[in-house]
């Protein structure tokens, strides 16, 4: 069993749409939980971060952690063609090394 | 925009031969990764360095080699290339704590 899963999608959704991307993971030692958007033929970039559980907003997205229930997500509203990407989850322990999800390919349609 | 390189973008190269990715920063970021990434795939870390003259491997068992020589520059070689290769190879650093990671645009590799 993989220690962060995330479905693969693609998901697609119409402009305007409010769009919810999820990861589950094993290891309960994971502290720091990052979001990373990776456009076609790019590098991800970091989106958000959030320290151990909660919420944090930046602009139209939001990052919701449950440390309970190994389970965080990331909403996008307002959805936009140009956040068609795929987002990838990260999480660690407080150390370098980040384990990632496979991503979610998103899809916005005009 | 981070200021992280890679070279050469795309490679094809036959089974056997030495290849040697490029990955530069210019942020002075004193930690480097390398990853591989396969289609739809997580990203798997085979090689870091936290410094100058200090490279370890990663999870992901990798018959490549790293060098840092110098801050900037963090080089993947692969002696001797084979099809099981073939992948997206991806290179970040970062500073601090390190889960805020910048990574360069990747190399896409071809091993015919």
């Known amino acids: 069993q993989k220690e962060v899963e995330q479905d693969p999608g693609p998901l697609s959704v119409p402009e305007g749409a409010i769009v919810s991307l999820n990861c589950t993971y094993s290891?309960?030692?994971?502290?720091?939980f990052m979001w990373y958007r990776q456009y076609s033929r790019k590098g991800p970039e970091l989106l958000m971060y959030t320290y151990s559980s909660g919420n944090k907003e930046d602009g139209r997205f939001t990052a919701q952690v449950d440390k309970s229930s190994k389970y965080i997500s990331l909403f996008i509203r307002d959805s936009q063609p140009s956040d068609s990407a795929t987002y990838l989850c990260?999480?660690?322990?407080?150390?370098?090394?980040?384990?990632f999800g496979g991503g979610t390919r998103l899809m916005v349609k005009p | 925009e981070a200021d992280i390189y890679q070279t050469p973008r795309y490679l094809v190269i036959g089974t056997g031969k030495k290849i040697t990715l490029e990955c530069s920063q210019t942020m002075g970021h004193d930690k480097m990764y390398w990853y591989q990434q396969d289609p739809g795939m997580e990203l798997h870390l085979i090689h870091y360095?936290?410094?100058?003259?200090?490279?370890e491997k990663g999870d992901l068992s990798s018959e490549s080699t790293v060098s840092r020589i110098r801050t900037e520059h963090f080089p993947l070689t692969l002696e001797s290339a084979r099809p099981s290769h073939t992948s997206q190879y991806l290179c970040?650093?970062?500073?601090?704590?390190?889960?805020?990671?910048?990574f360069g645009p990747g190399t896409r590799l071809t091993v015919t």
């Open positions: 990260a999480m660690t322990n407080a150390g370098n090394m980040l384990t």
């Open positions: 290891n309960s030692a994971f502290q720091y």
């Open positions: 360095s936290y410094g100058v003259n200090s490279t």
């Open positions: 970040a650093s970062s500073v601090g704590t390190g889960y805020e990671q910048y």
